[in-house]
């Protein structure tokens, strides 16, 4: 640990937390905590939710994956701008039906207390799933970088980002997030300048070298078509399923701000892939991606850094790196805070009842038990690899939330039933695949999980849980009746918009 | 690495003390109030270029290859980096003015770092201009707080030094790579820590100054409306010599200043405190104070000979006029002494601001309610005029027609309506008047009537004496007995009678007339077309006594109509006659 490292560390940790306590101090109740009052503008929105988005393992994997394997990478990288178009379906939509949380989107759809619940143990699954390979990378670069335990890393880190969501809520994160994307692309700019300044301005002079470290590598990293597919497929369209990318178009007041918010992500995430390209490719042909770099490559920026502008610099994109790391990690709590909290325990449980500060309350404890329940997951789960846990949370998000949500939008006849078939069924094949995957003796390298086949199980369930609904509307009416008082749900069309 | 740090703190410290000494500068506190002309934003950029300038000159040198030396050199060599608290005051630029003051000032201050030479004055020079750009977007982003608190201002400040250290990395020579990189790893840590803090420290000297800014004018603000409280009974529409003696008096204890004279357009009315004869009563201000009371503009003196006073032993030595105004209309002026050398404060010139807005809002807010009375009284007038013609020819009429036939009747008409016109008079003179006074009017109007009519009217007279002491607008009671006469029986080839009832209940006193005529049409009755003797009279009624002692009309079951309303018995109001 040097006095470099240090200083970043701790400038991006008091800068904020500063954020925090600021946010804090403002008038604090359920409507700020979880959508930050809808306050922001459009432009703030996007570069929360750019911040939320870029994640350490498109930071630092990303840029790995094109430093060790050159096209490979490139497509990892793709395929999450790719994703960012398609969020155009549905942002409007989420922005339109919810208040706090996904679930809330969803029950003003269909009125269903039960779905509501579904919906949110769905969230919760994501968030939690996808918070524990963020805080394994925090805790690998706190390890890499300032040389402590692992476990006591992960357990500091988890506590620290922990204090952020329980002190700010929403507005807190979305600054961190809006201060995180800024440093990010900031950072990625001028090392991507001082690449093109140390290549004497000839860009194309770093292309050849890295080809030429490419060539050595050529196939290892690229399989068959259909796993390529089933990888990045999920990819795509598991971001629109992505619950704390969804709840960020709660936190703005109109649809004009919700179509900023994507230009502005959509712009700033293209940038930002366009740096990590050239980065990773920098870091190839400066020989950064070797074993200096760690098992999966993902310290290639840092070590590339350290390369061009020696320890301080190496220091200030760790910093950066750590950054990245906070805003999806107070992201993503904040979003399983509300799922719990929210949905689960206030609507579900409580009935809606209890008064702003309670809910305030309770909003804390829940935030507090999740982060404490995330990060000693994290700190006991070794050995899985961070790469492929952000893989299954995808395929996760994309088989059981995306078709659900593409079916209430754009399908009329969607029934609530209809959407808690498409949860289970994609639910059902991912975990049983995983199931078997970890009985085979943990995860296997370059084993793809089976998007496509989750994927369509969860669009066949959305179809055949309506067709189903719709048979027991045909059914003669006695016998419908009491199932219907039993349910205490209301007959007819379940939409009501 | 240490020695450096320290040295580099000693540096911002220097352009620190400097800052501070010119927020004491009353013209550039007035700078950081936030101006908005567009000939201040240049000045604004040209200050901070200069600042920041002055942070390159305290710059310590680094050498590419060696150590860096303590010794304070006039030009950076070739090989040197000159590395300072340049930056700093770009951010404070940036943070202040937004993106173009900070853009402007940091180019302003990347010309002069290019002129200045050393090995990285291009790099350093984009830097300047890219930190105030940025810097001007984060106070937009954080457009909320006016000025940053000095801890974010740290965080802010922390990006700038990152930024010039990575352009120094970018736009190193291919040749001298190695040697900048190690340079850059000497020096930056060292300089991010100080200039850093000396956003923060620099943020907070700002901020204090604007604080105490905003602080004088809020005092100044305060005790100009505890003064124009206090003169609030003493603003009269036009200021008599009383009123301003009285005025003068006040304000001079209230803004503790040596003498206070109140003008109206032309002359000193009065005048309180030191002064030599040539500033008393009846006297006109001279010198400089003449012309802003001719031209109504706040006007501040302060040499002495400017005064426009003969007298060298004159103990008063400068003062502020404040003009009062209504309007675009010079209504007169107040004028603030002091003596013996002293000269008006920043705060007591803000103190007169504020006293003559507030003053002449007062002004005009009498004003206006004089003329509202006015125009009120006026309306009444007008109103009470239009009663009588009508009835005055056709009673001269008749007494022209029994002066042969019965010349005793004639003659008692005569006086009867002298008496009547006398009475009738005071409607015109009095806003109210005694109820009994209003009853002999009518009654004079009943005497003439019956004269008229003959057997086929008897008017019934049913007073309660308690009750007279009541007051109603003069001509109250007459018209309604005329309506009676002329739309209820009038129209009757039989006659009719007529009861006039005046009645105490508790506190308040019913004037009732009603008789047993024809009643009124209906339109009269739904206030579609109300005959004018009723309308005025209902009119004044509401206007003098309020809407609960309006006028009441109805027609009776058994034929006839009645006319009443109900005044209070004590008004609280003097009635002299």
């Excluded at chain 1, 390209?277 to 850094?305: K, N, R």
């Excluded at chain 1, 804390?364 to 899985?384: D, E, K, M, N």
């Excluded at chain 1, 309506?466 to 419908?480: H, K, M, N, Y």
Aim: aromatic share 6%; net charge neutral; hydrophobic share 55%.
């Amino acid at each position: 640990m040097t006095a470099d490292n240090l200083l970043f560390l701790c400038a991006v940790l008091a800068g904020t937390i500063l954020i925090s306590d600021w946010s804090a101090r403002s008038r604090p109740d359920p409507d700020r905590f979880y959508a930050a009052s809808r306050g922001l503008t459009g432009t703030q929105n996007g570069l929360a939710i750019a911040g939320d988005f870029i994640s350490a393992a498109s930071f630092l994997g990303v840029s790995g994956a094109v430093a060790r394997t050159g096209f490979a990478g490139l497509l990892y990288g793709a395929s999450f701008l790719l994703s960012y178009p398609l969020l155009w379906l549905v942002a409007e939509a989420v922005h339109r039906l919810g208040r706090y949380t996904l679930a809330d989107a969803l029950d003003s759809v269909f009125g269903r207390p039960w779905l509501r619940l579904a919906v949110a143990v769905n969230t919760l699954v994501i968030t939690i799933a996808y918070l524990v390979p963020q805080l394994m990378a925090a805790g690998e670069l706190a390890q890499a970088l300032l040389g402590w335990p692992r476990v006591a890393a992960i357990l500091c880190m988890g506590a620290w980002m922990t204090l952020y969501v329980v002190l700010g809520g929403m507005l807190s994160t979305s600054w961190i997030q809006i201060v995180k994307t800024v440093l990010l692309l900031s950072g990625a700019g001028l090392t991507v300048l001082i690449v093109a300044g140390r290549s004497g301005w000839h860009p194309w002079a770093v292309w050849q070298a890295a080809r030429g470290v490419w060539a050595g590598t050529q196939g290892a990293g690229t399989g068959n078509a259909w796993a390529t597919l089933s990888t990045h497929l999920p990819i795509v369209l598991g971001t629109m399923g992505m619950p704390h990318i969804l709840i960020r178009f709660l936190t703005v007041r109109s649809e004009p701000a919700v179509r900023r918010s994507l230009a502005t992500a959509t712009t700033a995430l293209a940038a930002f892939y366009l740096l990590v390209l050239v980065l990773g490719t920098a870091a190839a042909a400066w020989g950064a991606a070797g074993p200096a770099a760690g098992s999966d490559g993902s310290l290639a920026v840092v070590v590339l850094a350290r390369g061009l502008g020696g320890p301080l610099w190496a220091a200030y994109i760790s910093a950066v790196a750590f950054a990245t790391v906070i805003a999806v990690v107070t992201g993503l709590l904040l979003t399983a805070t509300g799922a719990l909290a929210h949905d689960i325990l206030h609507q579900g449980f409580g009935r809606g009842a209890g008064s702003a500060s309670r809910q305030l309350r309770l909003a804390r404890l829940c935030a507090a038990g999740l982060g404490l329940l995330a990060t000693v997951i994290a700190s006991t789960a070794h050995g899985l690899s961070v790469t492929s846990l952000v893989t299954w949370v995808f395929v996760w998000a994309a088989a059981t939330h995306s078709p659900m949500l593409l079916c209430t939008i754009y399908w009329r006849r969607f029934r609530p039933l209809g959407a808690m078939c498409g949860m289970v069924a994609g639910a059902l094949v991912m975990s049983g695949w995983v199931i078997a995957h970890l009985q085979r003796g943990g995860p296997v390298a370059g084993a793809a999980p089976p998007g496509v086949w989750a994927i369509l199980a969860g669009l066949a369930g959305c179809i055949l849980g309506t067709f189903a609904a719709d048979a027991w509307d045909a059914w003669p009416r006695g016998a419908r009746r009491e199932t219907e008082d039993a349910a205490g749900g209301e007959a007819g069309s379940p939409w009501r918009r | 690495m240490a020695a450096l740090t320290f040295l580099l703190l000693e540096r911002c410290a220097l352009l620190l003390v400097g800052a501070f000494a010119l927020t004491r500068v009353r013209a550039f506190r007035h700078l950081l109030r936030g101006a908005a002309r567009r000939r201040w934003l240049w000045l604004e950029a040209g200050l901070f270029a200069l600042f920041a300038a002055l942070g390159s000159e305290l710059g310590v040198d680094v050498p590419l290859g060696s150590q860096p030396v303590g010794a304070w050199s006039w030009r950076p060599g070739a090989d040197v980096l000159r590395v300072g608290p340049d930056a700093v005051a770009t951010v404070i630029g940036g943070l202040l003015g937004g993106p173009w003051i900070g853009g402007v000032a940091g180019a302003l201050a990347g010309i002069w770092r290019i002129y200045m030479g050393g090995a990285e004055a291009g790099a350093a020079a984009v830097a300047a201009v890219l930190t105030g750009v940025l810097a001007g977007w984060t106070a937009r982003f954080f457009a909320q707080e006016g000025i940053l608190p000095p801890p974010k201002a740290v965080f802010v400040g922390l990006f700038a030094p990152v930024l010039y250290l990575g352009l120094v990395l970018a736009f190193a020579p291919a040749a001298a790579a190695n040697a900048v990189v190690a340079a850059v790893n000497r020096m930056g840590l060292p300089l991010v820590i100080a200039d850093s803090l000396a956003v923060g420290v620099f943020s907070a000297i700002v901020g204090v100054a604007r604080l105490e800014e905003e602080q004088t004018e809020a005092r100044a603000m305060q005790r100009a409306l505890a003064i124009a409280d206090k003169a609030l009974p003493l603003l009269r529409w036009a200021l008599d010599a009383d009123a301003a003696a009285r005025l003068a008096g006040l304000l001079r204890l209230e803004a503790r200043v040596a003498a206070v004279a109140v003008c109206d357009g032309h002359h000193v009315l009065a005048h309180d405190g030191e002064g030599c004869p040539a500033h008393q009563p009846g006297t006109t201000p001279a010198g400089d104070l003449a012309e802003g009371l001719a031209q109504g503009v706040l006007t501040v003196v302060r040499d002495p000979a400017r005064l426009g006073c003969a007298d060298p032993d004159c103990p008063l030595t400068a003062a502020v006029l404040v003009p009062l105004r209504d309007g675009d209309e010079r209504v007169g002026a107040v004028i603030l002494y002091w003596s013996r050398g002293r000269v008006p404060s920043s705060a007591d010139i803000e103190l007169a601001r504020g006293l003559a807005r507030l003053l002449s809002r007062e002004i005009r807010v009498a004003r206006a309610e004089m003329l509202r009375g006015m125009i009120q009284e006026m309306r009444l007038r007008h109103l009470q005029a239009q009663v009588h013609p009508h009835f005055l020819f056709n009673t001269l009429h008749l007494i022209s027609g029994l002066i042969r036939m019965d010349p005793d009747l004639a003659r008692h008409l005569v006086v009867r309506l002298a008496q009547f016109l006398r009475l009738s008079l005071q409607t015109t003179s009095h806003r109210l008047v005694p109820l009994a006074q209003d009853l002999d009017m009518a009654r004079a109007y009943a005497d003439i009537v019956a004269a008229r009519f003959g057997a086929r009217i008897r008017i019934t007279w049913h007073v309660d004496e308690a009750a007279l002491d009541a007051v109603v607008p003069p001509g109250t009671l007459q018209p309604l007995v005329e309506n009676s006469v002329k739309h209820g029986l009038a129209a009757r080839e039989d006659g009719g009678r007529i009861d006039v009832m005046i009645r105490l209940l508790d506190e308040r006193v019913r004037i009732e007339v009603r008789d047993d005529g024809v009643g009124f049409p209906e339109a009269v009755l739904s206030g579609e077309t109300p005959g004018i003797g009723l309308s005025n009279v209902r009119q004044r009624l509401e206007a003098l006594l309020g809407a609960d002692c309006t006028l009441h009309l109805e027609n009776l079951a058994e034929g006839g109509a009645r006319v009443w309303c109900e005044v209070p018995l004590h008004t609280g109001e003097e009635v002299t006659v």
